[in-house]
């Protein structure tokens, strides 16, 4: 079974430069979720989707970060424009069921923001 | 109040001892709660679940949960160089899993 795939692997920019992740789910697993972590701490949730709809995006800085998940399947995180305390890895996961079960990850992106 | 609290260590200990993790949880509602390890420059993998009060066995791990102290422990018995890792503590409620910082493990040989 193919595990959570994760693109681009690692990305420079600027400040105020856009950028946009993508994240492709274990197949058939209807949670999907955005994590941020940066250097030190621990994953911090963003977006979480069930299906194509957002059950929690309390934690993200909507003036310049947007997700979307259209049909349900393929996500895109963008950031817009980037500041330098955006410098992280951003993880996705996905698991089977909403609320339940284990979260399997991909194996993240890396933003450095100069 | 951070929600997911755990001491970011390192904690060192000998190869061959007992390596013991602590983390305490803000929520009471919490349902459920995960150990992940995460090897520098790599994703979390989920190592343990415990759901219930008590002990959950697995091998050379141990996870204890007391919901009435808000405290979640793992323990790694035999503890190998190869368990080196930043160990995360997770906590769900209501379908949002909450991690804290995570406490770096060294084991030296």
């Known amino acids: 079974e193919a595990g959570v795939a994760q693109s681009p692997r690692y990305k420079i920019i600027e400040k105020r430069q856009s950028v946009a992740f993508w994240c492709n789910p274990i197949s058939g697993h209807a949670t999907l979720y955005w994590y941020q972590q940066i250097l030190g701490q621990g994953p911090k949730l963003l977006i979480q989707?069930?299906?194509?709809?957002?059950v929690d995006d309390s934690q993200l800085p909507k003036d310049r970060f947007s997700a979307e998940r259209l049909k349900g399947v393929d996500s895109t995180l963008k950031i817009q424009p980037a500041k330098l305390e955006d410098s992280a890895v951003y993880l996705c996961a996905s698991s089977s069921t909403w609320g339940e079960g284990e979260l399997f990850f991909g194996e993240g992106s890396r933003l450095t923001v100069l | 109040q951070k929600e997911v609290e755990q001491n970011s260590g390192p904690l060192s200990v000998p190869e061959g001892a007992i390596a013991s993790l602590n983390c305490t949880y803000s929520?009471?509602?919490?349902?459920?709660f995960f150990w992940y390890r995460q090897y520098s420059g790599k994703s979390p993998e989920l190592i343990m679940s415990?759901?219930?009060?008590g002990d959950k066995e697995d091998g050379r791990f141990t996870a204890q949960l007391n919901k009435a102290s808000q405290y979640v422990s793992l323990l790694i018995r035999d503890s190998q160089p190869s368990d080196s890792a930043t160990y995360l503590c997770?906590?769900?409620?209501?379908?949002?899993?909450?991690f804290g910082q995570g406490t770096t493990l060294q084991v030296k040989p």
């Open positions: 929520d009471r509602g919490s349902q459920s």
């Open positions: 997770a906590v769900r409620n209501t379908g949002k899993l909450i």
């Open positions: 989707f069930q299906n194509n709809g957002v």
């Open positions: 415990i759901y219930s009060n």
